[in-house]
């Protein structure tokens, strides 16, 4: 407390220097930023620099503040100097030139007098002890002296607690103005860090708009805040985000793994986050509405103390969003679906999708990374649906990664490619290569045979089960003559006959 608030007055000084050009926030958090100089200077005098753990122990208040304490700790620490000069004292003033001074548990301290001198002891003295040379005497103030004397360390540490809970008392008194002050200089040093970032970083200024229909959120060159500042020399690639509620209110985002579809979908939510507690921005411009709140669904972990595996943790976070997420809100979800069966998995983020953008009165702005390639045909069908993906560079059988967010769609995961950097054996990403270019080709998979069953006939997998690209048939001309029948206005025998007719059509 002391050190904080020795630094008040320069802090103040120099904040005040710049209260013109930094406006009404900058002079409201000095206005309640009190110095308290009462209580400074009452802690400047009581506290010691090195005070020690606990309260009880002593060595807190520091010389000079207390007279009384001052005295305990010298007799405390320096007895044997007192006690030499109350001998060389009392031998002066009684004549008795080879005078002593002991001490035992039973007398405690004493003055011996050998029988040579024993008619030269004063009248006030009281005789202890009487011994084969000589005799003991104790004298009131000896008595008064040899109490405070073994008693001074534990009655130095009681008065020093009293003198520091005085102390706390008049901290606690100031209660209100401290935590003011608190407040105050957190809020200036959250709003100096933010600064300081923000020059170091080139953040710009976001423009905060008035809430409108079309719930506007557009950010130019958008970076990650961590991660750009991490990457050390290597450039950090930004990208372009363009939501609302009227046209582009869900961009679905196709993509290899590792080419920075998750980092794209968390910048966008950071940087709206950070335009929302008054930073700027990594960004060379952005403009969003107001956001009620940030959802997201991302990463994989499990709660199975709850029993509830990853998949199910999933599934009720994305219940959390679908219940919960208003026009106002933006939602970023990442591989929804991914820890169940392919068709379970692209069934749930098929329906999320369409939920996402058809419940009334709920247009949440949603980014949605995804690696079911079949979701892209939903643009077009949805209107609010567009489709981007990261750009990827193939030469041969490398791949290199643009790290760009690019109008349109893939239907490359290249999953492959992630597992051979994460260091799976080459044997085995030199098989899975030859299993993924049998299912694309539609080709009958053969078991390979183990080591002790060489020579063997491999076994043969002839029924297989290949995820369906689910908008092939768009333009078939059966579903082109479906869309032209009025479905209504068929007779049961007509929808019969209808149906054997296409039927036949399809054969040819």
């Known amino acids: 407390m002391r050190f904080s608030l020795l630094r008040i007055p ?73 006690i030499a000069a109350l001998r060389q004292r009392e031998a002066d003033a009684s004549g008795i030139p080879n005078l002593k001074i002991g001490f035992n548990r039973v007398f405690g301290y004493y003055l011996e007098v050998s029988n040579s001198h024993a008619e030269k002891v004063p009248a006030n003295w009281v005789r202890k002890q009487t011994l084969a040379g000589g005799e ?42 401290i935590q003011a002050t608190a407040r105050g200089l957190a809020s200036l040093d959250a709003l100096l860090s933010l600064a300081r970032t923000a020059c170091a970083r080139r953040y ?9 229909g079309s719930g506007e959120l557009t950010i130019r060159e958008g970076r990650h805040p961590v991660l750009e500042s991490i990457k050390g020399d290597s450039p950090f690639v930004p990208n372009d985000t363009r939501l609302n509620n009227d046209s582009e209110q869900i961009l679905l985002i196709t993509g290899p793994n590792m080419a920075g579809k998750s980092t794209f979908i968390r910048q966008v939510a950071l940087i709206t986050l950070m335009a929302h ?11 969003m509405c107001a956001v009620d709140r940030i959802f997201t669904r991302v990463g994989a972990m499990d709660h199975l103390a709850k029993g509830q595996s990853t998949f199910l943790v999933e599934m009720s976070e994305t219940a959390n969003i679908l219940n919960n997420a208003t026009d106002s809100s933006l939602v970023i979800l990442d591989e929804i679906g991914r820890g169940t069966s ?8 098929w329906s999320v999708v369409e939920y996402l953008h058809n419940t009334p009165r709920r247009r949440p702005k949603t980014l949605f990374a995804t690696h079911y390639h079949e979701l892209a ?23 290199a990664f643009l790290y760009r967010i690019l109008r349109g ?12 950097v994460a260091g799976l054996p080459r044997s085995a990403v030199d098989r899975a290569r030859r299993i993924l270019s049998d299912l694309e080709n539609g080709n009958a998979i053969h078991v390979q045979p183990s080591g002790a069953a060489k020579g063997t006939a491999p076994i043969q997998i002839e029924e297989r089960t290949v995820q369906l690209t689910l908008f092939d048939a768009s333009d078939h001309p059966v579903l082109e003559r479906l869309r032209k029948t009025d479905i ?21």
């Open 136 to 177: 003991r005497f104790v004298t009131p103030e000896l008595k008064q002296k040899e109490e405070i004397i073994l008693h001074a360390d534990e009655k130095s540490r009681e008065l020093e607690f009293e003198l520091f809970d005085k102390l706390r008392d008049e901290v606690c008194a100031a209660a209100r103005q």
């Open 342 to 349: 392919t068709y379970d998995g692209l069934s749930i983020a």
């Open 409 to 420: 769609h893939t239907d490359h995961s290249y999953g492959i490619y992630a597992a051979q």
């Open 10 to 82: 320069e802090l103040k000084s120099l904040a005040a220097g710049h209260a013109k050009e930094c406006g009404v926030l900058l002079s409201q958090l000095l206005n309640e930023i009190d110095p308290l100089e009462t209580l400074t200077q009452a802690l400047v005098l009581a506290l010691g620099d090195s005070p020690p753990v606990s309260v009880r122990e002593g060595g807190m208040i520091q010389a000079g503040y207390s007279a009384e304490l001052d005295e305990l700790r010298t007799l405390a620490t320096d007895s044997k100097s007192w």
């Open 277 to 287: 507690i008054g930073s700027f921005v990594p960004a060379a411009e952005a403009k």
């Open 488 to 508: 209504n206005s068929l007779t049961p025998l007509q929808a019969l006959s209808l149906i054997a007719e296409l039927k036949h059509e399809a054969a040819q």
């Open 377 to 399: 045909g939903l643009e077009g069908v949805l209107a609010r649906v567009r489709n981007y993906n990261v750009a990827v560079h193939e030469e041969e059988d490398k791949i």
């Open 204 to 212: 710009v200024k976001p423009q905060m708009l008035e809430e409108t």
